[in-house]
């Protein structure tokens, strides 16, 4: 038996047919914009009937249709995703009505980054995990039991805009404070241009060329050479993270946490010391507390978690 992963995103729309966790054949396609929910099925039905085409796979040997999508999954299926058109939409009834042998199922991106890595990854083998994805923003997916945890009606999970400080500027959710504002790569992009916006002297101007195209790896690169601007923003960023993945464990207590997206790429720095940090955090002190370990997928993790639904 076969599964499909579905990776929509706002570019593409990309698919994959997989077999016990490993991707057989993929497949994309440029996300339509314009035409709602309508325009995403029939993107996705032509993206799966181009894969059991090319791999001569019936369409009754694949089992499970998974799509994950950026923005919100109700529990009836309907979706909001702002940023690809879609204001309310129905995509499984759309697709069920297409691949009635199939069981089709959604869930936004975030979380289904996380199935990828409870199902084949980094988290495989535990109980319970929370999976954190540092980019742009903050992307969370919690599981419990094998089961993603999305609440009552589909918009729990967001612990990236959990309020963990005042900050000095406001989340693009329009609160202030919010944890992806401290621990995205986008925070750690703002707080080294904020303090050479303010003249201090710093290595990461040098790479960078212009404040404007300041990276995080650039910070993390000049972090390296003990440059003491970028020792601030990355102590900064890893107290937060600590603080964060503290009020993570004294409010669900996971077995572990996976840390992904681009700012894990710096791994050896990040884990330098966080768990100290984040033992400051945890109410009960000298106990157990949940391993925290780097996730395994970077661009397949769409496809895979998609296919474990
Ligand atoms: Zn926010």
Redesign the pocket.
């Known amino acids: 038996m076969y599964n499909i992963g579905v990776d929509v995103g706002g570019t593409s729309v990309k698919a994959g047919l997989v077999k016990e966790g490993e991707i057989v054949f993929k497949n994309s396609q440029e996300t339509d914009k314009i035409g709602g929910v309508e325009a995403l099925a029939n993107n996705i039905i032509s993206l799966v009937n181009e894969i059991v085409e090319k791999c001569s796979v019936k369409i009754e040997e694949v089992g499970t249709i998974g799509i994950g999508v950026p923005g919100m999954v109700n529990k009836h299926g309907e979706i909001v995703c702002v940023n690809i058109g879609i204001k309310n939409g129905n995509l499984i009834e759309l697709l069920e009505k297409e691949f009635p042998t199939c069981k089709i199922d959604i869930a936004n991106d975030a979380n289904v980054a996380a199935l990828a890595e409870y199902a084949f990854g980094s988290m495989k083998g535990y109980n319970s995990g929370i999976m954190l994805t540092l980019g742009t923003g903050v992307g969370s997916g919690i599981i419990i039991n094998g089961k993603l945890v999305t609440g009552a009606h589909g918009i729990g999970a967001e612990i990236?805009?959990i309020t963990i400080d005042k900050n000095y500027f406001d989340?693009?959710?329009?609160?202030n404070g919010?944890f992806?504002?401290f621990c995205s790569a986008t925070a750690i992009i703002k707080y080294a241009q904020k303090l050479i916006g303010e003249g201090r002297e710093s290595l990461i101007l040098e790479k960078a060329k212009n404040i404007e195209n300041i990276t995080a790896k650039d910070v993390f690169d000049s972090y390296r050479e003990k440059d003491i601007v970028a020792v601030e923003v990355i102590d900064r960023f890893k107290n937060y993270l600590g603080l964060g993945i503290g009020n993570i464990i004294n409010f669900i207590d996971p077995d572990v946490i996976s840390i992904g997206g681009g700012v894990s790429n710096a791994s050896d720095i990040i884990f330098d010391g966080l768990e100290e940090i984040i033992r400051k955090y945890v109410v009960f002190k000298g106990v157990e507390i949940a391993d925290v370990v780097i996730a395994k997928f970077k661009n397949d993790a769409g496809i895979l978690g998609a296919s474990a639904l």
């Open positions: 990236g805009h989340c693009n959710c329009g609160n919010c992806e504002t």
